[in-house]
């Protein structure tokens, strides 16, 4: 039964947190663009950002916990790094100081950028898992790049659209848990459940939607 409930829990929390996300940001001030996602959480308290954050913190547990299930090839570094990355978030959507914040948001995005960097040798060495290997490869990649672009806005760039680089690279990083999620529903659900799965992922998405419209009029405030 945990086998099954951790793929819905993974997807669905991902899912809202996304849309949240993206509805969070349709419309807001372009001031935003140049605040750190730290800074903005602590800004914005109670609000959008520090939902999405918590989210994707809590659905990246549940994420972990049903690949350990299945004895997915996460033992060491990634699981630790995966581990980092979520209590991470969970931690920037809970403190009340911005350099704080933005220090644990910085955490989150190294944690991640380095855990898909090593799973993507461990999925391509594991049947079970090799489908997930080459887009988890790209995401890598994009880490990467969006790492090095976040270091030269945050020093030489003078922090010019910081907020930008930071909300892209979150994006691609929760792009790459959501890789690993559906690849452990393909592993750990018959085709039924499946089914099952995705009709109530879309009953959530309609949900969130409808939710994340009505955050962007806090997020615009600021």
Request: glycine share 10%.
């Amino acid at each position: 039964m945990l086998k099954r409930l951790y793929p819905l829990a993974a997807g669905v929390g991902m899912l809202v947190a996304s849309i949240t996300m993206a509805a969070g940001l349709i419309g807001t001030s372009p001031g935003i663009l140049d605040v750190t996602i730290g800074r903005y959480a602590v800004l914005d308290h109670g609000g959008a950002t520090e939902f999405v954050l918590a989210v994707l913190g809590l659905a990246s547990l549940g994420l972990l916990a049903g690949m350990r299930a299945v004895r997915a090839p996460l033992a060491g570094w990634p699981e630790r790094l995966v581990v980092a990355w979520a209590v991470s978030l969970m931690g920037a959507a809970a403190v009340p100081h911005a350099g704080l914040a933005d220090l644990l948001v910085a955490v989150a995005l190294i944690s991640l950028a380095g855990a898909a960097a090593l799973m993507v040798r461990r999925f391509g060495d594991d049947e079970r898992w090799k489908p997930a290997a080459r887009p988890m490869e790209w995401l890598a990649l994009g880490s990467g790049g969006g790492l090095a672009v976040l270091t030269y806005v945050a020093l030489p760039g003078h922090q010019v659209m910081i907020g930008l680089v930071e909300w892209a690279l979150l994006g691609v990083e929760a792009t790459a848990l959501a890789a690993s999620a559906v690849q452990l529903m393909r592993i750990a659900l018959p085709a039924r459940a499946r089914m099952a799965t995705i009709i109530a992922m879309a009953g959530t998405m309609e949900n969130a939607t409808t939710s994340a419209r009505n955050t962007t009029p806090v997020l615009s405030r600021h």
